[in-house]
DNA sequence: TTGTAAGCGTTATCAA
DNA sequence: TTGATAACGCTTACAA
């Protein structure tokens, strides 16, 4: 590999003129600037970055730890990426443990984050590492960071208002007509760990109570799937006296597991219940009928942490508990 | 930071002592070794990585570039880095250009990648980045990597039989007692970028000559997305004489969007017409009714391929276009 | 406008 | 058993 040494020993300066030049740092004679960068060129040399953090004290890495990523995280992800990569970082992932109770994992995962001495860290949802465990450890070695979605206010985070977006959602159901709008779903938050169904719940009670109508909920065990809590649901829903004429269900997964029940049974959608899900997932217009849904705003999530990030960085102390404003995009369906 | 001259300073041994202690290289005093570990330990020293990187001139990351990873790319992922972290190493995750045809995102990418140098590198599935470039820079670099899934035998490429996996998922409709079966999805290959429409309809057409079978082809054209082209097959598929009483789709995506306009003309699924998709997606299980769909080996290509980077390091050749075998995992509803 | 040299934290050679 | 020391490639204070 080349390196500034090679470059030069070719042009006949010093390395650290040549430095000055791949720099523009002070000045360099025109026509040696030009030889310099011409050689560069010719030779491909490229900075070596482990040379440069172990000089400066400071990478330009960015160390994210997720789970497995679904779409809705990529698109945060993506967007985070994105956004810090114009600023000049690299975003490095990171996988965490298969399950937030393995400690000695847990500690694997923050100890090969620490090892690498990031400029910043994120911690994404669902990355299964305890978020106060990741905060104490971050705080420690004074490296900024930024956590998403966690239900968690007492830490720099960077969330969804699902409250409101479950409130303008069941207003939408009963501005088309529907009175007796069931929520179905879990029903408690998981500080930390990305189920909010409490503050869902809120927002549905929030809403109906607003216009005085009478509130059914459909609660579903929090070990329970997504997919079968959906799918179990149907037994409470039959048994309903009145009969819903439509379902906020928790996301869409749900809900498209909540349809096929629906129609196992013989309910037409949307004739005798509408069922407008959450999250806006690809599965929502595979779905017969196609799914309504509400939109995340996951790319705003994306780059509000990777602002945030930057902003710490830079010295600066965030507002707490950051949320970034509930964003309803696409409806569709029935 | 705490550094070995710390460690060493504390005590009162030189550095190469507390270093031998801490890698096992060489004799050390034992009591001092528990002292220089006790040390290590309470302090909470760590060795920084860039140090070592520079001084070794190997790092033990691997970098991987990826585009949007969808559920199938990330279990190949997650099996992938599972495989590597056993082996010591760690996992870097580069995002590909928005555009395959985008060369200077393309450049850029490569050599965020070069610039890390890696101990290996990997290109996934749908990073878009040509697979030709990408190789001929890690070539040049001298840089061990693998190809994931490309479409590409003349490259150090892991992926699936998917012709396989159709021949056996036709043979299945025909086991079952359908005569009348149809393939719809793409019919060409794109080399390089993870298409394999040709590939599919091969083991589609083999399946069905065997058995004498007379052989029909709802073709999707490139640019039509999956759904689209699922949905919109529908005005082909009842055209047909004598009408299929079951079709191969190319993905459960593109089977689930088939199935919904098999809905909205009140064609009854499997009476009618039985579907079949491929890929195991969760949409698969979220449809109605369930989606039959072939599972893809993915974690087994991610540990195939992190088995290969492993033997490439080692200084081992591959076998040239190496094939994980096809293994149909899974089959549901109808 | 240019060069010298120190130092970041490791690893590893060589000598004691 | 142990330690002095050079080196990896870069940045940067300081001198010329």
Redesign the pocket.
């Known amino acids: 590999?080349?390196?500034?040494?090679?470059?030069?020993a070719i042009t006949?300066?010093?390395?650290?003129?040549?430095?000055?030049?791949?720099?523009n740092?002070?000045?360099?004679?025109?026509?040696?600037?030009k030889q310099v960068l011409e050689i560069t060129q010719r030779l491909g040399?490229?900075?070596?970055?482990?040379?440069?953090?172990?000089?400066?004290?400071r990478s330009s890495e960015i160390s994210a730890i997720i789970g497995s990523l679904d779409e809705l995280h990529m698109e945060k992800m993506l967007a985070f990426e994105r956004t810090l990569r114009a600023a000049g970082y690299s975003v490095h992932i990171l996988f965490g443990p298969h399950d937030a109770s393995d400690d000695l994992e847990t500690d694997r995962v923050l100890r090969a984050l620490t090892d690498r001495r990031p400029a910043a860290a994120a911690l994404f949802p669902q990355a299964h590492v305890p978020v106060a465990r990741a905060v104490a450890q971050f705080d420690l070695l004074r490296i900024p960071y930024v956590v998403l979605d966690a239900m968690d206010e007492s830490t720099d985070n960077v969330g969804i208002d699902r409250q409101q977006g479950v409130y303008e959602s069941v207003n939408y159901l009963i501005s088309v007509g529907r009175r007796n709008v069931a929520y179905l779903g879990y029903t408690s938050d998981r500080p930390g760990d990305y189920v909010s169904g409490r503050t869902r719940l809120d927002g549905y009670e929030r809403a109906m109570r607003a216009r005085g109508l009478p509130q059914r909920v459909f609660a579903i065990e929090p070990h329970v799937s997504e997919s079968d809590g959906g799918r179990k649901a149907i037994d409470a829903f039959l048994a309903a006296v009145p009969r819903p004429d439509a379902v906020q269900v928790y996301t869409d997964v749900m809900a498209a597991a909540f349809m096929a029940s629906l129609h196992d049974h013989g309910i037409r959608i949307p004739e005798e219940v509408a069922v407008i899900g959450f999250d806006n997932r690809r599965v929502a217009e595979l779905c017969w009928p196609r799914l309504t849904t509400v939109s995340q705003a996951n790319q705003e999530v994306g780059v509000a942490a990777a602002d945030m990030l930057l902003g710490k960085m830079a010295g600066r102390t965030p507002p707490p508990g950051w949320v970034v404003a509930f964003v309803p995009r696409q409806a569709r369906g029935a």
């Open positions: 590999m080349v390196s500034l040494k090679d470059i030069a006949g300066v010093s390395i650290r003129t040549v430095n000055r030049a791949l720099r740092d002070g000045y360099v004679r025109e026509d040696i600037r040399y490229r900075p070596h970055l482990a040379a440069r953090t172990l000089k400066t004290g």
